[in-house]
């Protein structure tokens, strides 16, 4: 391989995925740059401005001609971090969130169509390239790091995967027998037929491209209240902080659209699960044993307070 190959794919790449004129491309006001920016406000919590720069590789005076131009937009808020007041948090306002998700949808628009344009039978081919490129070019010899790790909205395929790993991993882990994928495949179709995206959402944890966990928020029979269902981190993606990502992402919607009380219902010897809700606050509300999914268990309930009113 020469410099002139990679330069040759890069003329080609950036022209098929529409770089060079991002905003008509997607037809959204933002260069490819501050698309990004706000990707990454999106599918990161707690992001400070230094951290922000060092992960997309851009000039400190770039990056903040960006971010003045998003908060004079009222896309973003800018505060100093908790943690060191030197240095700047960066949060999306809620018109910067829908502005990310019109992105986001239009983008997967963009992709879904030239991947149309593939041959289902030369499909399997273009993802092995593209795993290639990320392994060879970012060092696929590493170990994964949690800065690889973005929460986002299901795709097409991934209610599908949720239902399929839930039951491969529970029956490998606790011998849970098909009655669990049963269960877990009524709750996601219950979802996908009938939810309301401003109450009641999914979020799929991906690293390096391929999906790793999930969790889901969806409405409760009692009023005002939240339930947290089929929260699922694969084994090998485990110690990087990605159950404690995906609890608080729904602990942060729950409160932010108004919910009043979010619960769980989890078993006792889910222990690593337990002690994730426990650090968040959750509080042991009642527990009672049962047999279900082939084995003899210990149903418990959890619940944590949110916020006096709320959505209904």
């Not at 991947?115 to 795993?131: C, N, W, Y």
């Not at 990502?245 to 010897?269: C, I, K, M, Q």
Request: charged content about 30%; glycine content about 10%; some cysteine.
């Amino acid at each position: 391989m020469t410099v002139q190959d990679i330069r040759s794919f890069n003329r080609f790449y950036t022209n098929v995925i529409g770089a060079l004129d991002y905003s008509r491309h997607l037809y959204a006001p933002y260069t490819l740059t501050e698309s990004r920016v706000l990707y990454e406000l999106a599918h990161t919590e707690h992001v400070d401005a230094a951290d922000l720069r060092a992960r997309l590789s851009l000039d400190s005076g770039y990056l903040s001609r960006i971010l003045g131009k998003f908060e004079r937009a009222g896309l973003v808020e800018r505060a100093s971090s908790g943690d060191d007041a030197r240095r700047r948090r960066v949060t999306l306002t809620a018109r910067g969130r829908e502005a990310a998700d019109l992105l986001d949808e239009r983008s997967r628009e963009a992709v879904g169509s030239l991947l149309s344009t593939v041959p289902a039978g030369d499909r399997e081919r273009l993802s092995q390239a593209l795993r290639t490129v990320r392994e060879v070019l970012g060092d696929g010899r590493a170990a994964p790091h949690p800065d690889n790790v973005l929460l986002r909205e299901p795709g097409p395929g991934d209610l599908g995967w949720i239902v399929a790993r839930n039951g491969a991993v529970y029956a490998a882990e606790f011998g849970w027998n098909a009655d669990y994928e049963g269960l877990v495949a009524r709750i996601v179709a219950d979802f996908a037929q009938d939810h309301d995206p401003h109450l009641e959402r999914v979020w799929i944890a991906e690293l390096d491209g391929r999906p790793v966990g999930c969790v889901m928020c969806v409405r409760d029979a009692a009023p005002g209240t939240a339930r947290l269902r089929l929260l699922l981190v694969e084994p090998e993606a485990r110690g990087l902080g990605i159950g404690d990502r995906l609890v608080r992402a729904v602990v942060d919607f729950a409160r932010g659209v108004g919910y009043r009380e979010l619960v769980l219902w989890t078993n006792d010897v889910l222990k690593a699960a337990r002690s994730l809700y426990q650090r968040h606050g959750f509080v042991l509300a009642g527990e009672e044993p049962h047999r279900s999914f082939g084995a003899d268990l210990t149903g418990q309930d959890w619940r944590l307070p949110l916020r006096d009113g709320g959505a209904g």
